[in-house]
């Protein structure tokens, strides 16, 4: 099975940036495609972004296209999500995912809150 832990968040001015990691363990991260999710308080959880296993498609959410970036780089079992114009509308818990097949795989999620 395989681990993640996010890193990266933080309290942020609205414009300014921010770059989340997932770190994977237990397994390596090429066999999986990974996503980023997000869960502001009193809102059901969203897809934020994913990636395939390769790195050579990624996926965005309408409102988060041309400001957030998804990459991966599989030899340090790593993937990354680049913030950046952020809003407060961007506050929420955000959480890494990893999934194959019919089994998908969690973090705790790492607070991002953006001010205005």
């Known amino acids: 099975q395989v681990q993640l832990v996010e890193s990266g968040g933080g309290l942020v001015q609205a414009g300014g940036s921010l770059r989340l990691s997932c770190a994977a363990s237990?397994?390596?991260?090429?066999?999986?495609?990974m996503g980023w999710f997000r869960q502001a308080a009193g809102k059901e959880r969203e897809f934020v972004a994913g990636i395939s296993r390769s790195g050579t498609s990624t996926y965005y959410t309408d409102s988060v296209k041309g400001r957030f970036t998804i990459s991966r780089d599989n030899a340090k079992n790593t993937v990354y999500l680049q913030m950046n114009s952020l809003k407060p509308e961007d506050t929420a818990v955000y959480i890494c995912n990893a999934n194959i097949d019919f089994a998908a795989y969690w973090g705790q999620g790492t607070q991002v809150t953006v001010s205005s």
């Open positions: 237990g397994r390596p991260l090429s066999i999986y495609a």
